[in-house]
């Protein structure tokens, strides 16, 4: 199975570029020769029936699962080349559920800052209310428990909490499938507004929404059902 990159042979300079990608499960391909670019600026939506893959393409590009054919290249150059931590800042994978540590809002978001591998940048509250400010949220927020919050805000915190540490790609799994409308409308329009403030900042969106995919991306891959 090979997909067809519509971009192919755009002047643009693409940031990551994937090519023959393969990922076995036992003695099958989960999904082979895959071949896409992503050019700075753009929003590429994966979409696919449950079970094909599209989380493990995702977590592959950042070394969090194997590859088993191809290569991954992230402004030119390859995985293996990558001090991982610094890999990671730059282009973030946003998994279905995110893992949150005990205590507030703020907690979670100051905690992530101090860690080594985010280069001991400090954490500005200013920069993260500037943030909170498009979903409609301000400093209570940061105050709440974070046990007491509900799936969607788990997932917001996990967004702002990416944001803060200015990557270039963001790896987008599902972000909204826990989200009311009102909550999905605030997230897209986050993510939009992130991606605008800097022209080569660029996602990867994988949605089982055609509607949603045709909002917030340029393109779509589409990953097929194992045979
Ligand atoms: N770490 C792993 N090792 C081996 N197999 C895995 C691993 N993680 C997931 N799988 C299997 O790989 C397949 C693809 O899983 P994946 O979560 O990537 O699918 P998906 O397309 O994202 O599904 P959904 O739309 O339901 O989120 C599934 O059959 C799953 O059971």
């Known amino acids: 199975m090979e997909f067809h990159d519509p971009w192919e042979g755009s002047t643009l300079t693409p940031l990551l570029v994937v090519e023959n990608l393969g990922r076995r499960l036992g003695d099958r391909w989960l ?7 992503l050019a700075a600026g753009e929003a590429l939506g994966i ?35 990558w001090d991982i931590p610094r890999l990671r800042r730059s282009m973030i994978y946003l998994m279905q559920t995110p893992g949150l540590i005990e205590g507030t809002v703020e907690d979670n978001l100051r905690a992530v800052m101090e860690l080594r591998s985010n280069g001991h940048s400090p954490y500005s509250r200013d920069r993260v209310l500037e943030i909170l400010q498009t979903c409609n949220r301000d400093a209570a927020f940061l105050r709440q428990s974070v046990a007491r919050l509900s799936g969607g805000e788990r997932q917001l915190l996990a967004l702002v909490r990416a ?65």
């Not at 909204?176 to 999905?184: E, H, N, R, S, V």
């Open 163 to 227: 944001l803060q540490i200015d990557p270039i790609v963001l790896l987008l799994d599902e972000p909204t499938a826990a989200l009311d409308p009102d909550t999905t409308r605030q997230v897209e329009a986050l993510i939009s507004q992130w991606q605008q403030q800097q022209p080569q900042r660029s996602y990867l969106w994988v949605s089982h929404s055609a509607d949603q995919l045709q909002r917030m991306s340029h393109r779509t891959l589409t990953l097929p059902i194992l045979s």
């Open 47 to 81: 979409s696919g029936a449950s079970g094909t893959g599209k989380s493990l393409l995702l977590r592959s590009l950042v070394g969090l699962d194997p590859i088993d054919a191809g290569s991954v290249m992230f402004q030119g150059r390859f995985l293996k080349q």
């Open 31 to 37: 999904w082979q020769q895959v071949s896409f670019e």
